[in-house]
């Protein structure tokens, strides 16, 4: 694997991934207090992190020069 610029910003937007992730499922896990909505949609920044962090490593894969899954060709 080759460390240029590319495999920094693929690291880190993995591990911002995870992190965004991370912290909308602890907030998601939080005991309520009251029965107001909650008016931050963390289910969906959960879902954008998680997918944001699948890609990334996806993308570090194939830096790495391990081949990916390829879709069937019809």
Same mark, same amino acid.
């Given at each position: 694997?080759?460390?240029?610029?590319?495999?920094?910003? $693929?690291?880190?937007?993995? @591990?911002? !991934? #995870?992190?965004?992730? /991370?912290?909308?499922?602890? %907030?998601?896990?939080?005991?309520?207090?009251?029965?107001?909505?909650?008016?931050?949609?963390? $289910?969906?920044?959960?879902? @954008?992190? !998680? #997918?944001?962090?699948? /890609?990334?490593?996806?993308? %570090?894969?194939?830096?790495?020069?391990?081949?990916?899954?390829?879709?069937?060709?019809?």
């Amino acid at each position: 694997m080759v460390w240029n610029s590319e495999t920094l910003i $693929t690291i880190a937007a993995a @591990l911002l !991934g #995870l992190s965004v992730a /991370g912290l909308m499922y602890f %907030l998601e896990k939080r005991p309520r207090r009251d029965l107001r909505p909650r008016l931050f949609p963390t $289910t969906l920044v959960l879902l @954008l992190g !998680g #997918l944001l962090a699948v /890609g990334a490593i996806m993308h %570090l894969l194939a830096l790495a020069g391990i081949p990916l899954p390829k879709s069937p060709q019809q």
